[in-house]
């Protein structure tokens, strides 16, 4: 059995809005195991974005326990929860976030700036290799507004490979992109994921769930299914499908 | 390694708002370069005033008759008759501190020679009034003790004197002038000297042995004043004190008695020019100041914009591992860096401005080393002090809003 990345137990998050409590998350427990494509999936309400945000430490539970990669998410400062989110999380984002009028390349560069123990030289070959994984290696020098929406959300994919984190996290990754751009970066992600990498994908389309190897459905701040995709579909067999279109 | 990339990030944010950056280092250019300018312009003719008056005589000790009156509208002390030829004689024997004395009486008149004459006045002294004074002569030679004693009708003339009464060029030594129709027998001419600072014509005078003008011109015995020169610069306050002294019990004054006298030294005289220099500079540079103040303002505007339309970035950063104080340290190098790249192009403007005034406007500029170094200075603690407020915003942001903001 491969190991568990994620280790997730009875967790918990209420938001205190004037006089009452808001139960965002009402115990839920779970385990990603190191491989694994997961799509975790829910109506808005269902309690996705504070899952995500805890996933991706940048909030904390009020309780239950919280652990990724054998650190134990509980009562960590600011500091450190920034030292794991670099470390540990590759984000990526429905709206790209790339940072304007800066090159692909510096783009991808950005999480190692914050890595003190990664040397100029090393940053670079790094980000020209994630850059490469993605397929942008003619890409490097131009900036944001000069790539397309899919170009741009290739860049952000580099950008959370450069850190070679435990794992990647993709907050509606495909919900800016027309369906066959979004195919392709889902081709993009089950090839990522062949070579071992971990992917959990936030979304609400039950299209893109089925390219993952397993899918949490959340709904009211519970767990209401949770099952392994006995049929993954390939995005790059769904892309050919598609009808021809004229550029 | 991780100030030295959040130096780069700080830099690579100024070059992208090339425009914005300079419009707002525009507010700190100013301020940083009229600091300078007023202060060189201050400096300056502090500078001025005090070369006019040391070449004046710096060791010079002036001692009037009648009471000090400093201010404004200065008594001529000539109609008080205190000084005397003994009180003279006393300082010059017991006075240790002085290298040089001498009497003076003066009186004004016409001088004539021939069909020449010209308005000027006469001042005699004995032959120690050009060590005094630090002039030389340009031809012929000062009188002597001999012919002080012996009262003789020889003068010694400044050039001003020499070019509106021998107009044609003759030479002055040896000829005879007549000082309100006493003739006077030219020995010597002065050196030029020029205006000094108070608009006077230093080269518009006649010098006579004191017995000759005390006898023959004024009809006096008293003196309008006995100037002497210290023996340094730095025994001139002493000096005065201990003139001072030998004139109050020389004049019999009780304890409870003001001088009926006043002794100066050119130093005090300095030193109320320049306070007047002083007021004026102080003047300027509270306006500079208040230039680069609203500069520093300029700053913390921008970057708390700066800061508002990158909350977004701010959050992605954030995301991928900025911890705040990495936020912090990027938004307060920014603002370090405008403030002082602002401060640079102040001080090359300052510069360019003060010589532009001194070349154009002929206003005499000294640049202080000190006013680069303080404006400079202030200049970096603006740009820390603005950048703060901000920069603290910034780095307590939620990363989860920060991400969420449109």
Redesign the interface.
Known sequence: MSKEIIKIQDLKREFTMGSETVHALRGISFDIKEGEFVTIMGSSGSGKSTML?IL?C??QPTSGTYEIDGVKMKDLS??QL??I???KIG?I?QSY?L?A??SAL?NVE??L????KV?TEERRTRAIKALEMVGLSDRMDHTPSELSGGQQQRVAIA?SLV?NPVMILADEATGNLDTRTSYEIMSLFQELNKKGITITFVTHEPDIATFSSRTIVLKDGDIIQDYNNENVQSAAAELAKLPKQDH | MRVLNLFKIATKAIILNKTRTLLTMLGIIIGVASVIAMLAIGEGSKESIRTTISAMGSNMITIQPGADSRGPARGSGGDVQTLTLENYETIKEQSDLISYITPVVNGSGQIINGSNNWPSSIYGVNPEYLDIKVVGLKSGSMFTDAEVKSASKVAVIGQTVVENVFPDGQEPVGQMIRFNNIPFKVIGVLEEKGENTFGQDQDDVVIAPYTTVQKRILAIDHLNQIIASAISEDDAPAAVEQISNILRTEHKLLDSEEDDFSVRSMEELISTFSSTSEMLTILLVAVASISLLIGGIGIMNIMYVSVKERTKEIGLRMAVGAKGADILMQFLIEAILISITGGLLGVLLGLAATVFIEEFLNWPTSVALYSIVISFAVCAVTGIFFGWYPARKASALDPITALRYE
């Open positions: 945000n991706g940048l909030d600011r500091n920034a030292t989110r670099n470390e984000f984002f976030n940072l009028r800066t510096e950005l999480p700036l914050y890595n003190s040397s950008r850190n």
